[in-house]
């Protein structure tokens, strides 16, 4: 890779790691909200791999990264930044910055390992498929041992708590992702991938040091310096700066960055890694004609969790027990790891390239209908006219998966990255300010924001968006 061409990836990564976990702490939290930037990423990835056949089917590791960036999404870290930025001095600084060392390193090493496994398994050499299945299968296994081990006993009305706690009463879940870590780092050990073995220590080094960086900047937005004035002027105090948003700016640039520059440094290996590809030209696929029957498994799997909303929907209008809803709803939401996260990456790492084209587009866009006409216009009067196009479009995207094999292309589904997301959280917060105008007697034309400093937030979205778009129609077609 030239320099130009280097210089070109690494500021994409970080611009697109950058939005991505932007809007994933704006319109989408947890695993799904993680999707976004590890789909960003995976999909530049794809894009510069040293192989015209991993360009061409570039949804596997735009895929991968998704649903590797998205285990992440398990972990809790308010209470931990917390330690940090709700007093000055902190509360705790070396527990709360400890914490999103240690969590910061898991998630993108995490992220890390499974893309460069699935650039190492692209090829069929390096890889069997019992690594593959046998990995995933153990991961929720291995999860559950490494919280019942490091996050274990939490019970904040006896003052028990784990000796490793970097909460203040929330149940962590790092001790799960630790072992997950470990045990990738195993396989790809044992299966001699050194190119994989990189791009997971700078996931660990680059998670670390951006949420160091990240949570450093919060901290200067949340408080006057020692001087009386403000780290970010008049706009800090009239409170037009949001320190959360900083925080998660820096984190996902510092991601996409750390590891972007490693990708290139081992450049060499990653192509030693796909040399195969360039004799078969056929990509690793042992499911051969089972891929599409489990892909369409896959599909219906995806809905399971989402039963969530009905038990949370019941629980509002119910006045009976409350708490075995909310306890059904949960085990649902529980199913999101086996059903949403290790199934699929299973195929998706065993070559099912119609999997990988099921993810990386209308997933990654189904959870938006999730969001915003299950969640947050599930009691809204005007639920349904976030009905009509947000279920039209995702039909739209599942008949184009299931009728037009080379449909989503890297141009199209980064323009659905960049605008799909952006697009429906300005139009929520314009049906919100039109409500709330209008309960206020204020025109409703007048747009109200929650936050002062949410137009701040919104035009720096607008304007990563606009540089994404542009650099991307002329790399990404």
């Known amino acids: 890779m030239n320099f130009s061409t280097a210089a070109l990836f690494i500021g994409l990564s970080a611009v697109a790691g950058s ?42 590791i735009t895929a991968a990264g998704a649903l590797g960036m998205a285990f992440g999404g398990t972990e809790t870290y308010g209470q931990t930044l917390g330690f940090v930025v ?43 498929a019992g690594d593959i299945i046998v990995l995933l299968a153990l991961f929720i296994p291995v999860k559950l041992l490494g919280t019942l081990i490091f996050n274990k006993p939490l019970d904040p009305s006896k003052n ?31 299966r001699g991938d050194a190119f994989a073995l990189w791009l997971c220590l700078a996931g660990v080094l680059s998670g670390s040091a951006g949420w160091f960086i990240g949570l450093s900047l919060f901290a200067l ?41 490693c990708y290139v440094l081992k450049y060499e290996l990653l192509r030693a890694n796909l040399a195969p590809l360039k004799l078969g030209g056929a990509l690793w696929n042992p499911l051969g004609g089972l891929s599409r029957p489990l892909s369409w ?19 509002k209008h119910r006045k009976g027990d409350q708490k075995r809803y909310h306890a059904a709803g949960a085990a649902f939401e529980w199913l999101e790891m086996p059903f949403l996260l290790c199934f699929p990456l299973a195929l998706v790492l065993l070559g099912s390239v119609e999997t990988a084209r099921l993810v990386s587009f209308f997933l990654l866009f189904w ?19 976030w009905f009509v196009p947000l279920m039209g479009l995702a039909a739209a995207a599942l008949a184009c998966w299931a009728l037009v094999p080379g449909s989503f292309t890297a141009w199209q589904t980064w323009l659905m990255y960049c605008v799909a997301y952006e697009f429906f959280e300005l139009c929520w917060l314009v049906h919100e300010s039109a409500k709330r105008n209008k309960a206020e007697h204020r025109p409703v034309y007048m747009l109200q924001m929650r936050r002062l400093s949410e137009p701040l937030v919104h035009l720096w979205f607008l304007l990563q968006i606009a540089a994404l778009i542009i650099v991307g129609f002329f790399v990404l077609r």
């Not at 319109?27 to 061409?56: C, N, Q, V, Y």
């Not at 959870?367 to 006219?385: P, T």
Request: glycine share 14%; hydrophobic share 50%.
């Open 221 to 261: 937005a949340n408080h006057p310096l020692n001087s009386g004035r403000y780290f970010y002027g008049p706009l800090q105090k009239k409170g037009y700066i949001s320190g959360w948003k900083i925080m998660e700016f820096t984190l996902g640039a510092a991601g996409g960055l750390g590891i972007s520059v």
């Open 160 to 190: 028990r708590y784990p000796k490793i706690y970097f909460s203040a009463g929330r149940q962590e879940e790092w001790g799960g992702l630790l072992l997950m870590l470990v045990s990738l780092v195993v396989l790809m050990a044992y």
């Open 297 to 315: 498994a896959a599909f219906a799997l995806f809905f399971v969790p989402m039963l969530q909303h009905l038990f949370y929907y019941l629980e």
């Open 86 to 128: 709700s007093k000055k001095p902190p509360e705790n600084y070396a527990k709360g910055m400890t914490g999103v060392l240690v969590k910061g390193a898991l998630w993108f090493g995490i992220f890390g390992s499974v893309v460069g496994i699935a650039l190492g398994a692209a090829a069929g050499e390096r890889y069997r």
């Open 19 to 60: 939005y991505g976990w932007g809007m994933r702490g704006c319109k989408i939290g947890g695993e799904k909200g993680a999707l976004l930037p590890g789909a960003f990423l995976g999909l530049l990835f794809a894009w510069f791999a040293p192989a015209e056949t991993i360009r061409d089917h570039f949804w596997l």
């Open 367 to 385: 959870v938006i209908v999730e969001m915003d006409f299950f969640e947050r216009a599930a009691f809204e009067k005007s639920r349904w006219l």
